[in-house]
């Protein structure tokens, strides 16, 4: 296994367009997070499944934005009517329910510039 | 637990120690965590501890927790030109919500 991927790497869009991103998590791990990273800042948590349960969502989480995982696995996170705001590095981790203390592992990344 | 503060910068030469400190707010959380991110790369675990322990030491790595302060700390011994990155600290909440710090660049001169 590679690790958790994630695709786009890079997505560059016109204000007002919507934009949809996939995550991977490593194959056996049931949790996975999104976060969402601006320049000089940490991650901001965004939201959590398990398996295809979504647990918890950030009460920072514009209406605009939703994630799925329908089969406990990939997972996606759209973002609707997109704002130059957007613009940011969207991070997914995932990680084993039967891990202590919860070791989460990060992909790489998409970067989202809205023009 | 929402509010995780870390100073910015920090410089040591190599083969000195660094200190990277961190305060959070949340006196629930039960583990808090340090990431290590290089240029271009994603976030890696580099060392946690539990709430209720002191101090955990993993080779090069020192981990301080003041409960009462609400302070974390992390010591690097012998700091190497390849530990320059960006350090996060980080609290998990008795949920799952994971709040991260601004995150502290350290830079190690030759």
């Known amino acids: 296994d590679t690790g958790v991927s994630q695709d786009p790497r890079h997505k560059i869009t016109k204000r007002g367009q919507n934009v949809t991103f996939r995550c991977d998590p490593i194959?056996?791990?049931?949790?996975l997070y999104w976060y969402r990273q601006t320049l000089g800042q940490g991650p901001e948590f965004l939201t959590y499944f398990q398996n295809e349960a979504q647990l918890e969502k950030s009460r920072l989480l514009s209406d605009r934005f939703s994630a799925e995982r329908p089969k406990g696995s990939f997972s996606t996170l759209e973002i609707q009517r997109t704002e130059q705001g957007d613009s940011a590095m969207y991070l997914c981790?995932?990680?084993?329910?039967?891990?202590?203390?919860?070791?989460?592992?990060f992909g790489p990344g998409t970067r989202l510039t809205v023009t | 637990g929402e509010d995780v503060e870390q100073s910015l910068f920090l410089s040591v030469r190599e083969g000195d120690s660094s200190v990277i400190n961190c305060t959070y707010t949340?006196?629930?959380?039960?583990?808090l965590y340090w990431y290590k991110q290089e240029p271009g790369a994603g976030l890696q675990l580099l060392t946690y501890i539990f709430s209720n322990m002191d101090m955990k030491q993993d080779q090069r790595l020192t981990v301080l927790l003041n409960k009462k302060d609400k302070h974390l700390s992390l010591r690097i011994a012998d700091t190497q030109t390849g530990d320059s990155a960006i350090y996060f600290c980080a609290e998990k909440e008795a949920g799952n919500q994971f709040y991260f710090g601004t995150g502290t660049s350290l830079t190690v001169i030759p």
């Open positions: 949340d006196s629930s959380s039960t583990y």
């Open positions: 981790a995932s990680s084993s329910r039967a891990s202590r203390p919860d070791e989460q592992y």
């Open positions: 194959s056996e791990h049931n949790r």
